[in-house]
């Protein structure tokens, strides 16, 4: 690794903070992607990668990854389980993204050479925090871009959430899905399709620009590791 690992500057949630090679070496302010749920362990499997790409011109970033309660943290409000025996969806991404907005993201920007306006500032999620990382563009005035990867858009109500709110004009948005997602038969998880595609559309009007939809080989954890690592790198060339 060249770059370096730092701890998450608030007290009240765990998380760290990565560095790109020859951070702080010159006088240069970094966009911020914030990835919910990442841990060092899983970045670790990709950061060979993500350096090398740098090293070959990719611009760099800061990486902030958080640790968060699933089930309630990334859900925007509350709704049935959606498998049988587990604990309802707990609907607290709005208190979750209310600390992201006003302690986190100040903090970060306090502690480190970061370029602050939202356009140099986005949110990355796998699954239910992509559902999470693409309501913080509704929700949040400080994020212009979002990866949403494999987003759980299939959420009771989020279809018509979103044909009744609007994100920033010119927000960057990234979606991807893995090809076998929507052959589930599961009455939630097979809609997922048709779900994305649709959130592209409306993305795609609602920021007035074309929003991405990547498709990879294989369903919802295939390959999750490269799926993040071809979004960061879309949102380097975007932030």
Known sequence: MKGSYHPLPVSDRTGFVYCPPGYGQEDRRYPVVYALGESRESLEKYLGKLETAFKKGAAPFLLAGLDCDWDREMTPWAAPAAFRGQPDFGGGADAFLSVLEKSIKPAVDGAFLTRCGPQ????????????????????????????????????????????????????????SLGRAEEKSRHPLMGKIGDCTRKAQEILSQQTGREVPLFWHNGGH??????RKLQALLWLSENL
């Open 221 to 226: 954890h295939t390959e999750v590791e490269a």
């Open 120 to 175: 140099h500032q986005a949110v990355m999620g796998y699954s239910l925090g992509g559902l999470a990382a693409l309501y913080s563009l509704y929700r949040c005035s400080c994020f212009g871009g979002c990866a949403c990867l494999s987003g759980s858009l299939w959420y009771e109500g989020w279809m018509d959430y979103m044909e009744n709110h609007t994100v920033s004009a010119d927000a960057a948005v990234y979606l």
